[in-house]
C-alpha cells in the first residue's frame, strides 16, 4: 500500500471514531448524518401511524361531536313462534300442519323473506319471494302497502290455505285460499304461488331486488319445485309486516362550542351582520 492511500485510509478511520466519540447535537458530518438517521425513522413513524389509523374503524376516526349514537337493531323475528300462533289461530281450517309458509313483507325483496317453517324438526329455511307491483309503485324493492282490492295487482296480507295444483300460462302453480277479510278475494283476484324469470335469485346481484308480480308469491324457476313440494295441499301460508321497518337515524346535532380553532370567525347572514374589515 502506497504512503498516499494508507494516509487517505487513516483518516477516514480517525474521523468514523471521532464521529462515534462525540456528543449527540452537534452539528457537522455527523449532525448530517444523525438527522438523516432522523428523518428515516421519522417517515418510518409516520408509515405506521398512517397503517394504524387506516385500520382504525371510520366511525372512530372521527371527533366526538360527528360520531352520533347508532340506532338500536330491531330484534328478529321468531318464525317458529309466528308459525304456532297463526296455526293455532286458524284451528279446523288448516288440516296439514307439520310446515308453515310466513312472509315476512318487512323486509325488501333483496332479502331471503319466506321463512318455510318446518315444525316436526323445528328448522327454518329462508328463501326469496316477490310482492305485487301495486305494493310497491316506486320499485325500490320494499313493500308500501297491503290490498285485496281487485285490480290493485298489489299483496295481500293475511293467512291462506293452500290448495291444488294446476298448470297455467306461469307453468306449475298451486292456489290459495284466503281465510281473512284482507285477502278473501285471493280466488277472484287469481293469486297463487308460481315461479317466473324475474324471482331468480340472481336479479338480487344485479338489480339489487327482485321483480314484482300481479300480487302472486313469486318464487325463482329452480326454486319452485321445491317450494310446491313441501308447502303442498292444505297447508298455511301466512303473510305480513313482521320485521320493524330499519331504524331511522336522529337528526345530526351539532356541537354546542365552536370547533377548535373557528372561535374567531365571524358568520355574516346576507341580510344583516357587519362585514369584516380584513381578509383574515
Known sequence: MTEQKRLAFGGRTMMKEALRDRPDGQCGVEGQVTDRIDRRAMLAMLGTGTGMLAAMPARAQLPDWIRQ??????????????????????????????????VD???????????LVDLVAGKVDMFPVTHGRGSDPQHDGWLKSFSNRVGSLATSRGSYRTSDYYWGANGSSMRLAGLEPDNDNADIRAIVVHGAWYADPSLIATQGKLGRSEGCFVFGEALLPMILYKLGP???????????????????????????????????????????????
Do not use: H
Open 234 to 280: 292444505g297447508r298455511l301460508l301466512f303473510a305480513d309486516r313482521l320485521s320493524a321497518p330499519p331504524p331511522t337515524p336522529k337528526p345530526f346535532d351539532l356541537p354546542a362550542e365552536p370547533l377548535p380553532g373557528t372561535e374567531n370567525i365571524i358568520r355574516t347572514g346576507a341580510q344583516n351582520g357587519r362585514l369584516p374589515g380584513t381578509a383574515d
Open 69 to 102: 349514537p347508532a340506532p338500536p337493531a330491531p330484534p328478529p323475528v321468531d318464525y317458529l313462534a309466528v308459525a304456532r300462533r297463526q296455526l293455532a289461530m286458524q284451528g279446523s281450517n288448516i288440516t296439514q300442519t307439520d310446515r308453515v309458509g310466513v
Open 105 to 115: 313483507f318487512g323486509l325488501p325483496s333483496s332479502r331471503p323473506r319466506f321463512a
